[in-house]
């Protein structure tokens, strides 16, 4: 079974709409939630930011620079915004903050509530208590893990308990046993396997 492609065209859906369409359920074992394939996140163009934005930034000589950085360093946090409804000026206020606190993906994942937590030491009027934990918890579908075959220095992996894992189909046979128990064989969805024989993207 194919992987399922990414459906960010439909001009008559929301972006928000567009991104939570392209969610995959993630196939392990008691988990049911779903992950955005990273290739959902590359199909967000720079004329789709814009478009997000340009109504509360048309007058904002910063404009171009704002897109810029949110298509290269986040793109993450961006699409998490537009999937908790943050929208409009708020939206526009949220990014700017970003942008001048040179908060970028890299500092995902933020942590739950706490009286300081790093996003309402942006803006405590952006960032309430509500918005942080809606934040938090959609975060984990933008942060499946990206898989690289094994080698001499790294040939397993540790995950925090939130980590979607981005399996796609358990094969029904072949499972095995294990020092500490059963060992099942999972399919990687393609945005989530580096092949080394293939540039990364």
Not at 28 to 45: H, M, N, Q, Y
């Amino acid at each position: 079974m194919a992987d399922p492609e990414p459906s960010l065209t439909d001009p008559d859906q929301s972006l928000a709409d567009r991104i939570l369409h392209s969610s995959v359920k993630s196939s392990f074992e008691k988990d049911s939630r779903e992950f955005v394939p990273e290739g959902c996140l590359s199909a967000i163009t720079e004329a789709a930011i814009e478009e997000e934005l340009e109504e509360a930034g048309a007058d904002d000589p910063g404009l171009p620079g704002l897109v810029e950085f949110i298509h290269k360093r986040a793109i993450k946090l961006f699409a998490i915004a537009v999937c908790i409804t943050i929208e409009g000026s708020t939206l526009y206020d949220v990014m700017r903050l970003f942008k001048a606190s040179n908060f970028s993906d890299e500092r995902l994942p933020i942590k739950p509530w706490a009286e300081q937590h790093e996003l309402s030491s942006l803006s405590k009027k952006k960032w309430n208590r509500t918005r942080i934990s809606l934040f938090y918890t959609r975060q984990w579908a933008f942060l499946a893990p990206i898989f690289r075959p094994a080698t001499e220095r790294q040939s397993n992996y540790d995950f925090e308990q939130s980590h979607i894992l981005p399996f796609t189909e358990r094969y029904s046979e072949g499972y095995d046993r294990g020092s500490f128990g059963r060992v099942f064989k999972y399919k990687i969805h393609r945005d989530h396997l580096v092949d080394p024989e293939e540039p990364v993207r």
